[in-house]
């Protein structure tokens, strides 16, 4: 297929990219505004292969995406652009305002001029797949409930909201105007490239760097946690062999505390880069908690698994071990991307992913 992704340069849209080129024969275009969390570094092994290609675009931009689509005739659009930082959203919702709702209306429109056009039998072979996020489930209140594919959204925060208006416009699309869509809500992604501001690479850095390691309120707050490459591999299960106006949940069954995540981090700091000065355990420190922090997330994943067979291949230690040791082997990635080398330099990147 001819698959045009937007946000492939973000942490899971580089993830998705990579799989794509490194273990299908589908064509890439990349689509990505790059904002502060889109890094073509994470893009490096697959930059000049002739499968793939990069456009730096906003999805807002009619014009440009009319224009793509036209050119690139894509038999599929996967849709992860998101502005997707919670305390991002809390301190300057617009963004995501703009991105995540306008922005989804904007390209689900251009799509649909785009597949009004096709023959009729492109018309039916065509999928939209738009990525969500658990997150637009709102809270659990017992430690037993699942998120299904059925439950009522309730989201808490203004990222979630704006997903949640998403994945509302998504599926309206398909009804009103039949657009083939399939839609896909994830749990807490983590592993390789992920940006340090989110949890697990920020108490890796800071860990090394001998600084505290914050934990919102009392830590116990539970979420499913997904290693990025199972996510990849569903995604693209889903886009394959998922029935149009479906919605798929993807989740790692790895439930665990926020608190728990730090001290098995720390855990593994100590087996793999130990310090002198004493356990890493000890730079733990409580912070306030944000405000509307969800309580529990918990994902029933039994539909993917029963109606087109993915399961996750990592457990939470296998995965978060292979994330430690990444972080590890790569500091100098990270060091870019905390210093803004990694913006500073995004110019010669440009020109090495679009010549």
Known sequence: MRILLTGGAGFIGSTVVRH???????????????????????????????RYRFVQADIGDR?????????????????????SHVDRSIDGPAAFIQTNIVGTYSLLEATRAYWSTLPAERQAAFRFHHVSTDEVYGDLHDDHSLFSET????????????????????????????LPVLVSNCS???????FPEKLIPLVILNALDGKPLPVYGNGLQVRDWL?????????????????????????????????HVVQSICALLDEL??????????LITFVTDRPGHDRRYAIDASKIARSLGWTPEETFASGLRKTVRWYLDNLDWCRRVQ??????????????HTR
């Not at 794509?20 to 292969?49: C, F, M, P, R």
């Not at 009319?66 to 652009?81: G, S, Y």
């Not at 439950?151 to 009103?176: E, F, G, M, N």
């Not at 807490?188 to 992920?194: S, T």
């Open 20 to 50: 794509l080129i490194e273990h299908t024969e589908h064509q890439v275009l990349n689509l990505d505004k790059l904002t502060y969390a889109g890094n073509l570094e994470s893009l490096a092994s697959v930059a000049e292969h002739p």
């Open 63 to 83: 014009a440009r995406v009319d224009a793509l689509l036209a050119e690139f005739q894509p038999e599929a659009i996967m849709h992860l652009a998101a502005e």
């Open 151 to 178: 439950t009522a959204y309730a989201p808490s925060s203004p990222y979630s909201a704006s997903k949640a208006a998403s994945d509302h416009l998504v599926r309206a699309w398909q009804r009103t105007y039949g």
């Open 188 to 194: 807490n992604n983590y592993g390789p490239y992920h």
């Open 227 to 259: 290693y990025v490459a199972d996510h990849a591999r569903a995604l693209l299960c889903v886009l394959e062999n998922g029935e149009v106006g479906e919605t798929y949940n993807i989740g790692g069954h790895n439930e665990q505390s926020n608190l």
């Open 273 to 282: 880069a130990p310090r002198s000065s004493g356990p890493y355990a000890e």
């Open 339 to 352: 210093d803004g080398r990694y913006q500073r330099e995004r110019l010669g990147m440009l020109k090495e």
